[in-house]
């Protein structure tokens, strides 16, 4: 089921970015949740695979994948070992994959959910904050990859990790059919996965809505859907919080995508 809540105010916001449990195990206050923002609440969770290659998607998947490692293998020579390597990879510059990206960080979350859109959009929709429990996900799987993670205490795959299982495409989709996915957390790469404290979801080619399987197999599947009255006012709190492009893209692109938003003038 898919719980959904509506952000109004700041006692909204600062609920959603709060929402950590004590973990009587290490004695801290610990959270098992993803964020994904969205800027328009009328936005679905899709592949950019499924919107650039619709119903033909699972039949030119492979194609675009080695497309994109014949030509990319020059600057990671590590793509040919690897189909997950090449997902995750292709995915951080761009190309159409069948990942979700995720944050482990609600602010992360609200930016994307208050930007990337056009500025003078910003107060004309609800954006919209969805949060995923990585726990209650994960023991949907199937029982090699649930002990895949008991073996190495941990809650997410890394590429490794993925590659003792599975090796390929096809026999992920075989494992997973529609009853779940994978969360695989990206090689450190660059500053920008780093800074977005980034994670995907590898989307099995069975499931053809992902927000049908959150809402018929989870309890705590949250969507936040922040009033549009309310956007200007958390986008200026963030940048405050140094929470902008200047930080989530490094580099010359970001830092003039930040001045830009910053020195909007809002009639």
């Known amino acids: 089921m898919i719980k959904k809540e509506h952000i109004t105010d700041l006692n909204g916001v600062m609920q959603l970015i709060t929402d950590q449990k004590y973990d009587a195990r290490v004695q801290r206050n610990r959270s098992s949740f993803l964020y994904r923002g969205l800027p328009n609440e009328a936005f679905h969770l899709e592949t950019s695979l499924k ?126 059919k529609a009853n779940s996915m994978v969360f695989v957390e990206p090689p450190s790469i660059d500053q920008r996965i780093v800074n977005q404290y980034s994670y995907f979801s590898i989307i099995p080619g069975d499931m053809d809505s992902i927000e049908m399987f959150l809402e018929s197999n989870t309890n705590n599947t949250v969507k936040y859907t922040i009033k549009k009255e309310l956007r200007w006012r958390i986008r200026d709190m963030l940048d405050q919080m ?26």
């Open 51 to 176: 919107r650039n290659c619709k119903e033909k998607q699972r039949e030119l998947e492979i194609s675009i994948l080695r497309n994109f490692t014949k030509y990319a293998t020059m600057e990671d020579q590590l793509l040919n070992e690897s189909i997950w390597r090449q997902l995750i990879i292709g995915q951080h510059h761009g190309l159409p994959t069948r990942l979700i990206d995720w944050t482990y960080s609600p602010l992360i979350g609200l930016h994307f959910a208050t930007s990337g859109e056009d500025i003078s959009n910003m107060d004309k929709h609800d954006g919209v904050v969805w949060k995923i429990d990585i726990e209650e996900v994960n023991k949907l799987l199937p029982p090699e990859y649930q002990n895949e993670l008991h073996r190495e205490r941990a809650y997410l795959f890394t590429v490794d990790m993925l590659g003792n299982v599975t090796k390929d495409i096809k026999s992920y989709d075989e494992d997973m």
């Open 242 to 267: 140094n929470i902008n492009e200047r930080i989530i893209y490094p580099g010359l692109d970001g830092l003039s995508a930040w001045i830009k938003r910053h020195y909007f003038v809002n009639n």
